[in-house]
């Protein structure tokens, strides 16, 4: 079972500020996903990174995947508490096609 | 836009007694899979099923666990013999490509052991 680290932990910021989320693993992935979820709701896809260094854009997100494949990170400029929720990355290795999800990244967008 | 569908969304069983998850996947995805989360942990894999068997498990997936797809539509899992510890919030996904290029989950079940 690999293990995918997210940090911080828990994260509560006011409104219009910026913020970086990150997901680091010893393992490559060959595809990384990042979810967000809201309680008592499933995982929401927000979006997929297959290619080292790749980085992606969301409206206020920015998702890069890093070169060697074994972290990412999710930056979301001047957030709003509709961003609120608790942020997941899950990635899977070159070798399977298991999705091991990280253990998450509770954000809280203060009015 | 197409959803997948879990019921029911809260289920109470006493412990010992046989639980079924039933899961509506999207009509057109040809991967399913099941996943928990214990209440303030992660998301933890449980089984994927492709072209009528299942693809991989992991080790909670013991012999306590059991998924059918016993139509065209539903896909669905079984828990023999609860225990306390299965309680937990279990969600079903799909995905057209095997995942690859993420999953659709469900709104998942809360199964309560008490």
């Known amino acids: 079972t690999q293990l995918l680290e997210q940090s911080p932990q828990f994260l509560s910021i006011q409104e219009g500020e910026n913020l970086t989320v990150y997901c680091n693993s010893s393992?490559?992935?060959?595809?990384l996903q990042w979810y967000r979820q809201e309680p008592g709701e499933g995982p929401v896809l927000l979006v997929t990174v297959v290619t080292g260094g790749e980085v992606k854009k969301l409206k206020r997100l920015t998702f890069q995947f890093g070169d060697a494949r074994k972290d990412s990170s999710l930056h979301i400029t001047a957030a709003q508490p509709g961003d609120t929720g608790l942020y997941l990355c899950a990635g899977a290795e070159d070798t399977g096609n298991q999705f091991y999800f990280g253990t998450g990244t509770s954000l809280t967008v203060i009015p | 836009e197409p959803e997948v569908t879990q019921t029911p969304s809260h289920q109470v069983t006493q412990m010992g007694q046989e639980v079924i998850l039933r899961c509506v996947p999207i009509?057109?995805?040809?991967?399913f899979y099941w996943y928990r989360q214990i209440l303030g942990q992660k998301v933890e894999f449980l089984v994927s099923f492709y072209n009528n068997e299942i693809s991989e498990k992991s080790e909670i997936f013991d012999d306590q666990f059991s998924v059918e797809r016993p139509d065209g539509s539903n896909f669905t899992l079984k828990i023999r013999s609860t225990k306390l510890e299965d309680s937990a919030m279990y969600f079903c996904?799909?995905?057209?490509?095997?995942?690859?290029?993420?999953?659709?989950f469900g709104s998942g079940t809360r199964l309560t052991v008490v």
């Open positions: 393992s490559v992935f060959s595809s």
């Open positions: 009509s057109n995805h040809l991967y």
């Open positions: 996904a799909s995905s057209d490509t095997g995942g690859w290029y993420g999953y659709t």
